[in-house]
């Protein structure tokens, strides 16, 4: 397959006994997120939604579907007929897709993507006596006087009484 700018170029580029299949994943994925983000990513089809959602690509012998960890470890045993890795789904070109177990993993990788932007989108926003706005729970970054000698020195100028 020739390097595609988008997915239709990339199923399009694809032998033509296997574009329905490719086809067939693509809208898979569309029907289950449809505020799904679709680009080319890796040589492949990527989407993304809250994040990392789902790759697919076509390989020699199969079309390897691609979903970032821990969603294939958590659906192992839905997964026990099927060739799998730490991230990666080995789906047939001689079978139909496994349409429900499709979905069902990109929900699952949807529900993953939403609790973890929230967990970041929890993190309270802090600003310090000059302004500065930080994340951690510490003093602030860009003030703190461990940082470098010449922070630690504009500090101890900002200390002192401006001059007429």
């Known amino acids: 397959m020739k390097a595609a700018k988008n997915v ?4 399009d580029s694809a032998p033509k006994e296997i574009q329905a ?7 898979i994925i569309k029907e289950v997120v449809p505020d799904a983000k679709e680009s080319i990513s890796y040589g492949m089809a990527f ?4 994040g990392r959602l789902v790759y697919f690509g076509l390989q020699k012998k199969h079309i390897g579907l691609y979903i970032p960890p821990p969603i294939i470890e958590n ?4 997964l026990r007929d099927y060739k799998t890795t730490k991230s990666a789904i080995h789906l047939s070109l001689s ?3 496994p349409v429900a177990l499709i979905k069902k993993l990109i929900k699952a990788r949807v529900k993953h993507n939403e ?3 929230l967990k970041t989108s929890d993190k309270k926003i802090h600003t310090c006596s000059r302004g ?9 970054p860009i003030c703190w006087p461990g940082n470098t ?15 007429p």
């Open 8 to 11: 239709y170029d990339y199923i």
């Open 21 to 27: 299949k490719l086809k067939e994943l693509r809208k």
């Open 47 to 50: 989407y993304a939604y809250k």
């Open 75 to 78: 659906h192992k045993y839905d």
């Open 95 to 97: 079978q139909k897709l």
């Open 115 to 117: 609790a973890n932007k």
């Open 132 to 140: 500065h706005k930080y994340q951690s729970s510490g003093p602030c």
């Open 149 to 163: 000698k010449k922070k630690r020195s504009l500090q101890l100028l900002d200390l002192l009484p401006s001059l």
